[in-house]
Every structure is written in structure tokens, then in C-alpha cells.
């Protein structure tokens, strides 16, 4: 009966999903048999919802594969033109600009909500399937299968809520109660079963926890593609966990044991992150504006292998879509992004931060034009993940290390990803004079390398500047970020109902129980 759920869910238009796949929905849709769909009766068929798209995709994006979450970091700014002309009220994804100038609400909350709709409760439904599917139809042969696949779901669940709860409530704070109300960690598989109450942070963390333990024990080594987690990305997933939960030691705990384990399948370093210094353009004569322009045409990245658009490449630990940003539609990589990089040495500036045309539009006869800027071109060139990559899990451990008092191997590790990204033809790639660093100074070389290696637009960085805000009076520590439009400066507190997200409106209505009130603030992004 359940597999035939995980049909229906998949057949029903987006109202009648909210409906029936996670708000207990309509008796009448439970007896209907798809036609031409596959309703899983054995336990190999449920691991290919483990890589359906709906698992996979749509996490914390829009409908243009965009996220309002990038606005309110600090990698993006706007200009003065796309503000003016490009972002108007009607514009498709105008919470993009009313996030950039912290303008609540940033949705209509009348409308429903991308993130929490397409994103995290259409995945969770479809893992929820397969952990109570595959026990629903395993037998002797299937019962190991059936438990990897049980183990995988558990531990993508416990991601998504994980990274859910921090955007629709705060961070874990070791210092504090951590009572505030969050989202429903929903684990039932059928729509007919109501919403459980509204999770605290704290609440969350901990089921959160109960899914990862239970899928290291029975989660495999090795997977046949990164969307389902194997065993050293849920050991990464607990190093994840520990960061946020500001558990040091068991950070690098976990970090070690996943790395570790990286190096045991993957036999090298050089089978885990690429070679930058390796990384070429091939030229498109026949490209619109031609080479030697003062517009930089680069069409044909190429590697070590050709895999780099791939969603499996050998960077890829646990895949899940990542929006892509710093090209203009979203925004343009911000003064302070461009700043981190060395332009001289950092072959991610080199490669992948281009010149190209800005933002322009004619408005009766006048034209508006930001002219040639630079856009970072690395999220189109390469697969990105909002997952977990292993040059990320190599820098979790580093900072592990570092905040465990232990320099020399948080320099180490923090060289041994600059290997692999710094021009080698300039002399030794380590970072300069990283021994006569104090343990602050160290720690936070290790955190603009962080910023540097992670996709521009994603909710990580988000989710990195409200955890690191509980480092009170480190020089990495902000409390307040400000966006500027040409001469205006907007800015709001990280510790604030701006870097929070509101349930919406069409979601209470259906979750009574959890007494929360419908936001009737007036919507007016702009």
C-alpha cells in the first residue's frame, strides 16, 4: 500500500500534492493505480528513488533554479541597472532583490513556498517511501539490500532537515536553549497520517542524529553514483552535524574517520580533488564576440578528465543540485568576493572569474548598460554540489584541527587543497609564512578557503555566516552584513527574523495544530 502511495504523490499536480503527499490529503486519490507508472513491488526497485530527480533537485531553489538564500549572504551584489530595470515587481524571482535588500517578507506569503514545496517535503516524502517501503517488501534474499537502501534514505532525510531547520529557524547554539520551534521532522510515509508537531532546534538535531547513527551501520562503502550517500559521506554528514553543533572534537572525529575512508577507496589524494594547474581553455574561434575582445571567451574547459560537468566526477561526494550563480542573473560576484582571491597565484580567480557583458536594457531611448564586468564562471564550467564535495571535507577536517589546537595539521591539510588550486609555476603553493601563524590567524585562512572552494550561491554560505556569528570578537565573525544598490546601503542583523524564513500561510492552514499565526504582512518587495 505504500509503494502505491509513492505512486500517486508522483501523479498528483502541485496543489494536490500539498494535499495528499504531505497534508493529509483526499481518501479518494488512495485507490487509484496510475497508468504507465511504476509502483515498486520488490526491493531493487526502490533504489532508483533514492536518484529521482524530485530527491535530487529543487532543494532551497526557485523556479529558475535560483535562491533568494544567496542574496543574503555576502558573495552576491546587485547593480544599480539590474536593481532599476531588470528587477521589477514583476520580475519572476523578485524575492531575490527584497532578500538583497531585506525587505520582509521576502515571498508573497500567499503563495506557496518553493523551498519547503518542491524542495525538502517532496524529497522527504519519496525517502520516507523507501524506508517503509523496502521493509514492506524485503524477504531473505533482499533484507541487506533493503537495509543500505533503508540506511541511505535515513541519512539524506536527516540532511535535508538538518539544513531546513537552520533556514527556517536559527543555528544550534551550545550556550543556549535552543527551544525554538522549527519544522515538523516528518517521518511517516503515508499522507493520511497527520504533521507531527513543529520540531524544536534541538529536537531537530537530535532526530537528526538518530538517522545518521542508523545509517552507519548499515550504509555501504560504495555507491554507483553520488546521490545516494555511501559510507564515507554520511561519516561526513556527522562531521557536518558536530560543525553545527559546535562539538569540535567529534567534528574531527568524524573528519578524519571520512577522509580516511576517502583515501581508502579512492587510493590518492590525486583521485579525490582535480589539479587546477592541469586546467586549460580551448578557444571557439567561431564565439560571438571573437577571441582577443575585451570580452574573455572561454567555452571549453579542459581537465584531467572529462567528467567535469558530470554529476559524478571525482570532486563529487554526496550530489544534490546546486544553484549556480555570479553570472549576472542572479547578481554579480560582490568587491568583497573578488577580494579574497589572489590573482596572481589562485587559479580559481584565473579560470573562472571572466570578463563578459554586464546587465543592459534600453528604456524608450535611453540605454542602460553595466558594461563589461567580471562573472564568476566556475558553477557553469564545473558540476557543483550542495551536498558535500571532498575538497569540503578536507577543509572541515582542517578547521577541526585548527579549532582542536592542533596547527600543524590544520596547515597540512589547508596545503594540501592549495596543491591542487594554486599556480604551482610560482614557487611552493603552501600558504605563505602558515607556520608563524597564530591559531586565529590560521583558523581563518582556513575559512576564506572555505568561502573560496564552496559554490558562490548557495544556502551554505547562509548557513556558515549564522554559525560563525557565535564566534564572538573573531576577526571571521560578523554580526551584521550590508548590500549596497550604487550610493544605498541596505543591512540587518544575522541574529535576526532576516536570516529566518517563515513558514507560509498555505501550510499553516493545513497544520492547525501547530498554533502558529498567518503572516499578514503586506507583501510589497519593491
Known sequence: MKAKLLTISLMLGQQDRKMVGLFMGCHDFLDVKPVGKLIP????????????????????????????????????QISENSANYNYTAT?????????????????????PDYFWEWGTYRAVGLLNNVIDGVNDVKNEKT??????????????????????????????????????????????????????????TAEVFGLAKADIDFALKSVPDNVNHPARMNRCAVQTLMAYYYMFARDFGKMLEYADMAW???????????????????????????????????????????GQDDYLGQTYHREMLFYRVAPSGGMGSSGYPSVEFISLFDKNTDLRYRLFMLKDLGYATTVGDTKYDDGIVLQYYRDVKIKMTQGFSYPELLLMRAEAYARNSRKTEALSDLNTLRKYRYDNTQGSTDLPNGAALTEDQLLEE??????????????QRVLDLKRLALDNGKPWCKTTIEHKIGTQTYSASINSEYYVL???NNIIKYNPQWGLPLDTRPYNPK
Open 143 to 200: 533484507a541487506k539490500l533493503a537495509e543500505e537502501l533503508s540506511a541511505q534514505a535515513r541519512a539524506a532525510r536527516a540532511w535535508s532537515y538538518l539544513t531546513m531547520a537552520m533556514i527556517y529557524g536559527p543555528v544550534y547554539d551550545p550556550a543556549g536553549a535552543n527551544d525554538t520551534k522549527t519544522i515538523p521532522y516528518r517521518t511517516a510515509a503515508s499522507p493520511t497520517e497527520a504533521n507531527p508537531a513543529l520540531s524544536t
Open 260 to 302: 580516511t575512508s576517502a583515501l581508502a577507496q579512492q587510493g590518492s589524494v590525486d583521485n579525490l580533488i582535480y589539479n587546477y594547474n592541469d586546467f586549460y581553455y580551448e578557444p571557439d574561434p567561431e564565439a560571438s564576440p571573437s577571441p582577443g575582445t575585451d570580452v574573455e571567451v572561454s567555452l571549453d574547459l579542459k
Open 91 to 111: 520580475h519572476p524571482n523578485i524575492n531575490r532583490y527584497a532578500a538583497y535588500t531585506f525587505k520582509l517578507p521576502y515571498g508573497n506569503p500567499e503563495k
Open 446 to 459: 582556513i575559512l576564506k578557503e572555505r568561502r573560496r572552494e564552496l559554490p558562490i550561491a548557495t544556502f
Open 502 to 504: 517563515p513558514i507560509p
Open 41 to 76: 513491488t520488490e526491493v531493487e526497485e526502490f533504489e532508483n528513488i533514492l536518484n529521482n530527480t524530485y530527491t535530487v533537485d529543487w532543494y532551497y531553489m526557485d523556479n529558475n533554479k535560483g535562491t533568494l538564500l544567496a542574496s543574503l549572504g555576502d558573495n552576491l
